[in-house]
Structure formats: structure tokens, C-alpha cells
């Protein structure tokens, strides 16, 4: 009975970690079919609505820097309790304010607090489970990761069409109530004897410790990069899509929504690898490869149907990254998960924050071309210097081994 109830419990704990981590995404997308609507009610122009994106952005990558560290010296649950009653207190702000000014800044307050879901969710899942385990379980974590800013926009456009804008938040907040009752449920998953103890300097002291392991930055690295690749098509795609290819923006939804479910696809076929290094291995070399397939058909003029097969199959492969280098760097860094969880997600959202704007530098289909290629091959040169690394590593221990015997 008792291992029954343990069973229940980790289920239960994957399904609302696998809902927290896509909250922010939720919270970036679901009101983007609104901008229009935003912009005339705060008589305003487009470039500051898109400055409220921009806030909640920033708010998710230095709120995770953040919620972090703390939850290696509190706990993952109270910091978990308390980030989302302040989400619950700015969203029922954002309701009713009319200044564009404090709604900019109550979606920076937003996006600080969802933060937490992001981060947390990824250390609550390395405290429970370890190896094939953790990697089972952070694979459907990230496809509801990539699965989410499909849906979001799609949630958005229903809501719209029968309330006004304010109805996405109102959405918004209640979904976040039914969050706060599941995390109220939730067990804590990291004992007071694991926490960090001493002044919250000490604490903050652990980026350093993080920082300083080499094969967790190399999969840090090339968990941002792989995601790099899908900051440039998303930045693009509306303009490939709509106006190279001539796609209706329904059409285009309905396009975009599939691609994302390749990369969910992706992450749940490398949760079923017992060794995640095979996993990330095949996941770089064939993204690689799909990346310059996908450019030389987007350069060559080839019709729409090629160019989305390969964006499809690319994305089955750089779905596969992202749950085992996930896993593999928090596996290095366990006694700072929440540290580690933390860097892992700032770091995504920072690279992916300077290629999005890259690709819309001259031809977009150059630029895009460039990027994607340029991505791919960084994660291949990076996991070629991970090998290197692990390697020199091995061959410095084994005297010491041979020492011993």
C-alpha cells in the first residue's frame, strides 16, 4: 500500500511540475492575439505593448537567478507558495490598471514571479529521481515545455472571441489559483538536513560553485544553443511562412502548432533511452544535419511541403537535446539544483533573446539560413569539447585509482 501511495505521489508530482514548467510560456503567449486590442485600449503605439512582452521576458531570466538559491536555503515549496500568490496579487492589477506604464510594469512583476514554476519544477523533479528515472520524467517536462507556446496563442485567440482582452487575464488568474492549490499539496521535496545553511551571502555563493564545473556548463551550453535554433524560427516563421510561402495566418497556427509538437515528440523518444549521453549524441548530429538540409531547401525554392518536412524532423531531434542535456547538467550539480536549475534557465532565455532579433537582419531567409546552421554546429563543437573534457578527466583520475590499488 505504502509503495502504491509513494508511486501516486510521484506521479502527481511530474503532472503539476510538467504544469508549472509551462506556465511562463503561457504567460508570454496567450495574450499575444490581444496586441491589437492592448494598444487602443492604452492609446498607445505597437512598440510599447511589445515593451510589456519585453518586461516579462526579462522578469522570467532574472527571476529564475533569483528563486534559485533561495530554494536551496528555504526549500522548493514556501518560495514556490509565496512567487505565486505575488503573480496572483500583479495579474489582478494588470485587470484593472489603464496606464500602460504600470501594466509594463506589473507584467515585469508577472514574469519575476511564474519564474519560479520554470526553475522549480526542474530542481523538485533531480531532488525526487535520479538517472533513467530523472530523465523519464524530465522528458515530458519539457514537452509540455514545447508543447505550451502552441497552445498559449490558440487559448488567447478563443478567449478573445468572446470577452474582452481582460478575460485572458482573468483566465490567467484562475489558472494560477488551481496552481496554488496543487502546490499546496505538493510534498516538500528537499529535506531541511540538504538545504544550505548560513547568511544568504553564502547562499549566492554556490553561482560560483555551479559555475566552476566544466561538463555542467558544456551542457548548459549546449541546451541554449539547441534552443537558439528554435528562437530563430520562431522569430522568422511568421515572415516565412505568411509572406515567402503565402500561408494564411490560420494556416500558419496550425503549422506552428505542429512543429512544436515535433519537439515534444523529440523529448519523450529521448526519455526512452536508458544512456541520455546516446540521446544528446544523435540529437546534435542529426540537428546538424537537418539544419543544412532545412537551409538549402529554404534557399533553393523548393515548394512549402519540403520545407516543412525537414523543420519537423529537425525538430524531433533538437526536442531530443533539451530533456538529456537538462538532465545530465542537473545530474552534475545536485547538491545545487536550484542553483543549477536556475542558470540552465537564464541562459536559454539569454541566448535566445540575442539570435531572435538576428534573423531579422537583411534577407530573412539568409539570416535565418545562417542562424540555425550556425547554432546547430556550436552544440556540435561544444559537445565535442565536452568529450574532450570528460576525457581528460578520466585519464587525470585513473593514476590516482591505480595509486590506490
Same mark, same amino acid.
Not at 507556446?149 to 472571441?161: E, K, M, R
Not at 523548393?302 to 533539451?322: A, D, H, K
Given at each position: 500500500?505504502?509503495?502504491?501511495?509513494?508511486?501516486?505521489?510521484?506521479?502527481?508530482?511530474?503532472?503539476?511540475?510538467?504544469?508549472?514548467?509551462?506556465?511562463?510560456?503561457?504567460?508570454?503567449?496567450?495574450?499575444?492575439?490581444?496586441?491589437?486590442?492592448?494598444?487602443?485600449?492604452?492609446?498607445?503605439?505597437?512598440?510599447?505593448?511589445?515593451?510589456?512582452?519585453?518586461?516579462?521576458?526579462?522578469?522570467?531570466?532574472?527571476?529564475?537567478?533569483?528563486?534559485?538559491?533561495?530554494?536551496? /536555503?528555504? *526549500?522548493?515549496?514556501?518560495?514556490?507558495?509565496? !512567487? $505565486?500568490?505575488?503573480? #496572483?496579487?500583479?495579474?489582478? %492589477?494588470?485587470? &484593472?490598471?489603464?496606464?500602460?506604464?504600470?501594466?509594463?510594469?506589473?507584467?515585469?512583476?508577472?514574469?519575476?514571479?511564474?519564474?519560479?514554476?520554470?526553475?522549480?519544477?526542474?530542481?523538485?523533479?533531480?531532488?525526487?529521481?535520479?538517472?533513467?528515472?530523472?530523465?523519464?520524467?524530465?522528458?515530458?517536462?519539457?514537452?509540455?515545455?514545447?508543447?505550451?507556446?502552441?497552445?498559449?496563442?490558440?487559448?488567447?485567440?478563443?478567449?478573445?472571441?468572446?470577452?474582452?482582452?481582460?478575460?485572458?487575464?482573468?483566465?490567467?488568474?484562475?489558472?494560477?489559483?488551481?496552481?496554488?492549490?496543487?502546490?499546496?499539496?505538493?510534498?516538500?521535496?528537499?529535506?531541511?538536513?540538504?538545504? /544550505?545553511? *548560513?547568511?544568504?551571502?553564502?547562499?549566492?555563493? !554556490? $553561482?560560483?560553485?555551479? #559555475?566552476?564545473?566544466?561538463? %555542467?556548463?558544456? &551542457?548548459?551550453?549546449?541546451?541554449?544553443?539547441?534552443?537558439?535554433?528554435?528562437?530563430?524560427?520562431?522569430?522568422?516563421?511568421?515572415?516565412?511562412?505568411?509572406?515567402?510561402?503565402?500561408?494564411?495566418?490560420?494556416?500558419?497556427?496550425?503549422?506552428?502548432?505542429?512543429?512544436?509538437?515535433?519537439?515534444?515528440?523529440?523529448?519523450?523518444?529521448?526519455?526512452?533511452?536508458?544512456?541520455?549521453?546516446?540521446?544528446?549524441?544523435?540529437?546534435?548530429?542529426?540537428?546538424?544535419?537537418?539544419?543544412?538540409?532545412?537551409?538549402?531547401?529554404?534557399?533553393?525554392?523548393?515548394?512549402?511541403?519540403?520545407?516543412?518536412?525537414?523543420?519537423?524532423?529537425?525538430?524531433?531531434?533538437?526536442?531530443?537535446?533539451?530533456?538529456?542535456?537538462?538532465?545530465?547538467?542537473?545530474?552534475?550539480?545536485?547538491?545545487?539544483?536550484?542553483?543549477?536549475?536556475?542558470?540552465?534557465?537564464?541562459?536559454?532565455?539569454?541566448?535566445?533573446?540575442?539570435?531572435?532579433?538576428?534573423?531579422?537582419?537583411?534577407?530573412?531567409?539568409?539570416?535565418?539560413?545562417?542562424?540555425?546552421?550556425?547554432?546547430?554546429?556550436?552544440?556540435?563543437?561544444?559537445?565535442?569539447?565536452?568529450?574532450?573534457?570528460?576525457?581528460?578527466?578520466?585519464?587525470?583520475?585513473?593514476?590516482?585509482?591505480?595509486?590506490?590499488?
Amino acid at each position: 500500500m505504502s509503495l502504491q501511495n509513494n508511486n501516486n505521489s510521484r506521479l502527481f508530482l511530474i503532472i503539476v511540475t510538467g504544469v508549472l514548467v509551462g506556465f511562463p510560456a503561457l504567460i508570454t503567449d496567450s495574450y499575444l492575439p490581444s496586441f491589437p486590442i492592448l494598444a487602443v485600449f492604452f492609446n498607445t503605439d505597437a512598440s510599447f505593448i511589445q515593451m510589456s512582452l519585453m518586461s516579462t521576458m526579462i522578469g522570467i531570466a532574472a527571476g529564475q537567478l533569483l528563486i534559485g538559491p533561495l530554494s536551496d /536555503k528555504y *526549500g522548493r515549496k514556501m518560495p514556490l507558495f509565496f !512567487s $505565486f500568490f505575488f503573480f #496572483i496579487l500583479s495579474t489582478i %492589477y494588470c485587470i &484593472y490598471t489603464t496606464n500602460i506604464y504600470i501594466f509594463i510594469l506589473l507584467r515585469l512583476v508577472q514574469g519575476l514571479s511564474c519564474s519560479s514554476g520554470m526553475v522549480l519544477s526542474r530542481a523538485m523533479l533531480t531532488d525526487s529521481f535520479s538517472g533513467h528515472e530523472l530523465a523519464k520524467s524530465l522528458s515530458f517536462n519539457t514537452a509540455i515545455l514545447g508543447f505550451t507556446p502552441a497552445l498559449a496563442p490558440i487559448i488567447g485567440g478563443i478567449l478573445l472571441t468572446f470577452t474582452r482582452w481582460q478575460g485572458i487575464f482573468i483566465f490567467l488568474l484562475l489558472f494560477s489559483l488551481v496552481q496554488l492549490l496543487l502546490i499546496a499539496k505538493l510534498k516538500e521535496t528537499l529535506p531541511k538536513e540538504k538545504r /544550505k545553511t *548560513g547568511p544568504m551571502l553564502n547562499t549566492l555563493k !554556490s $553561482f560560483s560553485y555551479v #559555475i566552476k564545473n566544466r561538463d %555542467y556548463l558544456y &551542457y548548459v551550453l549546449i541546451f541554449s544553443f539547441s534552443m537558439a535554433v528554435m528562437f530563430a524560427y520562431i522569430s522568422s516563421s511568421p515572415f516565412i511562412f505568411q509572406k515567402h510561402y503565402g500561408l494564411s495566418p490560420l494556416v500558419y497556427s496550425m503549422i506552428f502548432g505542429a512543429n512544436a509538437v515535433a519537439l515534444a515528440l523529440g523529448a519523450l523518444l529521448s526519455g526512452n533511452f536508458t544512456n541520455q549521453e546516446n540521446a544528446l549524441r544523435i540529437g546534435i548530429f542529426s540537428l546538424v544535419i537537418m539544419s543544412i538540409i532545412t537551409a538549402a531547401i529554404l534557399l533553393s525554392g523548393l515548394p512549402f511541403v519540403f520545407f516543412e518536412i525537414s523543420i519537423f524532423v529537425m525538430f524531433v531531434f533538437n526536442g531530443m537535446i533539451y530533456p538529456s542535456s537538462t538532465t545530465l547538467a542537473l545530474e552534475s550539480n545536485r547538491k545545487n539544483a536550484g542553483t543549477a536549475s536556475a542558470i540552465h534557465g537564464a541562459m536559454s532565455f539569454l541566448t535566445g533573446g540575442i539570435i531572435s532579433p538576428l534573423v531579422g537582419l537583411g534577407n530573412i531567409l539568409y539570416s535565418t539560413s545562417i542562424a540555425i546552421i550556425a547554432c546547430s554546429l556550436i552544440t556540435l563543437f561544444l559537445f565535442i569539447g565536452l568529450k574532450k573534457n570528460l576525457f581528460e578527466a578520466e585519464t587525470s583520475i585513473k593514476p590516482l585509482i591505480n595509486e590506490v590499488k
